[in-house]
């Protein structure tokens, strides 16, 4: 009888250390939101991708989909995500004086209050109207 509550006991322990030792993950989404009357160019890269995009006058796109290790309590920095990044107007002889690359330019939403909560993260940059010149 003993023999066979050990093995029930080793069973459940094998079974709980794998759950208890998961690092936990955030995702979220980015997104660029243009107010503006006119296109925008998005061109960014992280580590596993180039990308460039249009976006259109009036309108809402999600660029990039983040994701990783750790708790999302301490996610606070949506423009660290990219190796490089850059939003200019298609027209050149406008210029967008918002600058992206300015973490306090976009907006943070972190639902995330204690280390193994995991809801979305969103990040927003908004385009407004005043912004291109």
Same mark, same amino acid.
């Given at each position: 009888?003993? =023999?066979?509550? &050990? +093995?029930?006991?080793?069973?459940?322990? %094998?079974?709980?250390?794998?759950?208890? !030792?998961?690092?936990?993950?955030?995702?979220?989404?980015?997104? @660029?939101?243009?107010? =503006? =009357?006119?296109?925008?160019?998005?061109?960014? /890269?992280?580590?596993?991708?180039?990308? =460039? #995009? @249009? @976006?259109?006058?009036? /309108? %809402?796109?999600? %660029?990039?989909?983040?994701?990783? +290790?750790?708790?999302?309590?301490?996610? !606070?920095?949506?423009?660290? $995500?990219?190796?490089?990044? !850059?939003?200019?107007? %298609?027209?050149? !002889? &406008?210029? +967008?004086?918002?600058? @992206?690359?300015?973490?306090?330019?976009? #907006?943070?939403?972190?639902?995330?209050?204690? &280390?193994? #909560?995991?809801? $979305? #993260?969103?990040?927003?940059?908004?385009?407004?109207?005043?912004?291109?010149?």
């Amino acid at each position: 009888m003993k =023999s066979k509550n &050990k +093995l029930y006991f080793l069973i459940i322990a %094998v079974t709980l250390i794998p759950l208890a !030792s998961c690092d936990p993950g955030h995702f979220g989404k980015m997104f @660029i939101r243009n107010d =503006s =009357s006119y296109s925008i160019e998005l061109t960014y /890269s992280t580590q596993t991708k180039d990308t =460039s #995009i @249009i @976006i259109q006058p009036n /309108s %809402v796109v999600d %660029v990039f989909h983040l994701g990783g +290790l750790g708790p999302g309590e301490y996610y !606070s920095c949506c423009a660290c $995500e990219f190796m490089t990044i !850059s939003l200019q107007p %298609v027209d050149t !002889s &406008k210029e +967008l004086t918002k600058d @992206i690359t300015n973490t306090e330019n976009w #907006i943070l939403t972190n639902p995330n209050q204690k &280390k193994f #909560i995991n809801k $979305e #993260i969103t990040c927003e940059f908004a385009v407004e109207p005043g912004d291109i010149q």
